[in-house]
């Protein structure tokens, strides 16, 4: 296992992430996971000696379970709590009132103080929103989120499901009101769906912000189970959640190319697609769950995947996105100044 900074930080972090979205298994997250305490256990335990130390999970997942289950696992098996990176998020929706969701100062501070109880810990890591809040003032969001790091309950904050000017407009903000500044962005990145590359990526590059991978393997059509002519189980993720969208057909054409790739290294197609995305220079860690322990071994070997050069070229080739204005100007008219 390999760390990686966080962003602008002096924080190192694994190249894989444990994912939790799989603990639990109440209400709308029925679908992605149910697992009981000692699977969970099994999991983070297997986790933790491959030399993954980041955790990530949020308050919504299995309405506050995931939490309450991951918070468990790290005292059912003794770990050190302060060797790991907890994360957690905040955004959705806790209840029925009408401030029990979004990113207010009320909902941030009060669901800070939840989601310390359900892991039983101290402190948080990494705070992230969970997205977007049209309503409430971005400054209202960072002032809130800033107290948090102040008090000592929060050690850095990062953000998820962002647009590129999202991002900018509080990176900003924080830089010029001296107050926390979001440290990293958890986004959807895939080989088959590179949409981050247009606007987000340059961002992140050029802000030293750091990038958490969710869904790497495209809700699990990039497990190997799928293909042009291969439906997938009839237990899968994707026959009663099929998310995230993806473009099937280029998916297809994607996974044409990496079966041959993976047959010869004697790797899966899962673990190609996760090794991807970890020789790509604008990626700190990727989140992998799993509902099963030889789902997680084998996304576990991704990380001893070498791709050639020429290996690279073809996966990039296949899956690489259409250009589109002013993606395709920018590029032009930069030739004469580039080194």
């Avoid at 892991?119 to 003032?137: A, K, V």
């Avoid at 971005?138 to 647009?163: F, H, M, P, Q």
């Avoid at 990526?201 to 189970?225: F, I, N």
């Avoid at 990626?283 to 997680?296: D, H």
Wanted: proline residues 4%; glycine residues 8%.
């Amino acid at each position: 296992m390999k760390y990686k900074i966080l962003g602008n930080t002096g924080l190192k972090v694994s190249e894989l992430c444990l994912g939790t979205m799989t603990f639990g298994g109440k209400g709308y997250w029925t679908a992605i996971g149910q697992l009981a305490q000692e699977p969970v256990d099994e999991l983070v335990k297997r986790s933790v000696d491959a030399g993954i130390n980041f955790i990530d999970t949020a308050n919504v997942y299995s309405e506050g379970l995931s939490e309450e289950m991951t918070g468990r696992a790290i005292k059912n098996l003794g770990l050190n709590r302060d060797d790991l990176v907890i994360a957690t998020k905040v955004r959705g929706k806790m209840g029925e009132g009408p401030n029990n969701s979004g990113l207010t100062r009320k909902h941030i501070v009060q669901q800070a103080e939840e989601s310390l109880k359900r892991l039983n810990i101290e402190y948080i890591d990494l705070y992230q929103i969970h997205g977007y809040d049209p309503l409430t003032p971005l400054e209202e969001t960072l002032w809130a989120l800033d107290d948090l790091v102040k008090s000592g309950k929060v050690r850095y904050i990062g953000c998820s499901n962002l647009a590129a000017w999202q991002l900018m407009k509080a990176l900003s903000y924080s830089t010029y009101n001296k107050v926390a500044k979001f440290v990293s962005l958890q986004a959807y990145y895939t080989i088959a769906g590179r949409d981050l590359e247009r606007e987000l990526r340059p961002l992140l590059q050029d802000q030293k912000v750091g990038l958490m991978v969710w869904s790497p393997l495209a809700g699990g059509l990039l497990s190997g189970k799928y293909g042009r002519n291969m439906q997938g189980p009839e237990d899968s993720r994707r026959i009663s959640f099929d998310f995230p969208p993806v473009n099937k057909e280029k998916a297809f054409d994607i996974i044409d190319v990496m079966q041959p790739i993976a047959q010869e290294k004697g790797i899966s197609v899962a673990q190609l697609a996760l090794a991807w995305l970890l020789h790509q220079p604008a990626v700190t860690s990727v989140i992998i769950g799993a509902k099963k322990p030889e789902q997680l071994e084998d996304n576990l070997k991704a990380v001893d995947v070498q791709l050639n050069a020429e290996e690279l070229e073809k996966l990039n080739d296949v899956s690489k996105l259409q250009p589109e204005y002013p993606g395709w100007m920018l590029e032009r008219q930069g030739q004469d100044r580039k080194a």
